[in-house]
């Protein structure tokens, strides 16, 4: 090695950052149905948490789906490999002490296993944003529902593909019953304690 340069020994730790920034790093995945309200919710919640001084990243169909996992479709293997790939970006944004929302399916229990497994258990909040199928699909905000049951979309979760509900989730937040403000509270209550210091 060159002795005029120095060379940092490691990296900065994930603890110094998280200092810096005077909030815990957490990755809030938001599970369930298209439809559900995971970015209605997602992007409500960002915004609050970013008035109370916490920065976060959201990460969803938008920012990833576009990017680096444009090769990726929806078939059983790409599904896994969408969400492997998810949570190594939120395991980075983890790292820099950056609060990341996921905004994603992962339809099943297996697919969020893998995901807790690469963050790691102790930095998940899994939240399971509940809706009743009949309620997604009234809703059908996308119009995806429609274009699924004519037949135009194959392997739409719900419809012709696979959701296993969670079974113990961290937070579970029932969109049927609550209006959005009454569930960006709830939310708010049970999140901040678990990334302010
Ligand atoms: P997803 O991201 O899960 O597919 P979206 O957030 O795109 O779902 O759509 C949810 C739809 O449901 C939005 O049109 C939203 O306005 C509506 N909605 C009604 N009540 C709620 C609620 N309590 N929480 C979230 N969304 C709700």
């Known amino acids: 090695m060159n002795s005029h340069h120095i060379y940092p020994v490691e990296l ?15 990755v809030i995945w938001f599970t369930g149905l298209s439809g559900a309200g995971k970015t209605t919710l997602g992007q409500r919640l960002e915004k609050e948490l970013f008035a109370r001084g916490f920065l976060c990243q959201i990460l969803d169909g938008d920012n990833i789906r576009s990017g680096i996992n444009k090769n990726l479709g929806f078939s059983e ?11 190594e970006v939120a395991k980075l944004f983890l790292n820099c002490g950056i609060i990341t929302i996921n905004c994603f ?4 229990h297996q697919i969020r296993e893998m ?16 809706a009743p199928m009949s309620v997604c699909e009234d809703r059908d905000t996308k119009g995806l529902y429609r274009l699924a049951r004519a037949g135009k979309i194959q392997q739409f979760t719900g419809v012709n593909s696979v959701f296993e509900p969670p079974v113990n989730p961290s937070i579970r937040i029932q969109t049927d019953i609550f209006t959005i403000d009454q569930c960006v509270d709830l939310l708010l209550d ?8």
Do not use: M
């Not at 603890?15 to 005077?22: A, P, S």
């Not at 399916?105 to 099943?108: E, H, K, L, R, S």
């Open 12 to 26: 900065l730790s994930k603890e110094l950052k998280e200092k810096h920034l005077t909030q815990r790093a957490k």
């Open 77 to 87: 293997d790409d599904r896994v490999e969408n969400i492997r790939r998810v949570a």
């Open 115 to 130: 995901a807790a497994s690469i963050v790691g258990n102790q930095n998940l909040i899994d939240v399971f944003i509940d």
């Open 190 to 197: 049970k999140i901040i304690p678990e990334i302010s210091f």
């Open 105 to 108: 399916i992962a339809p099943t």
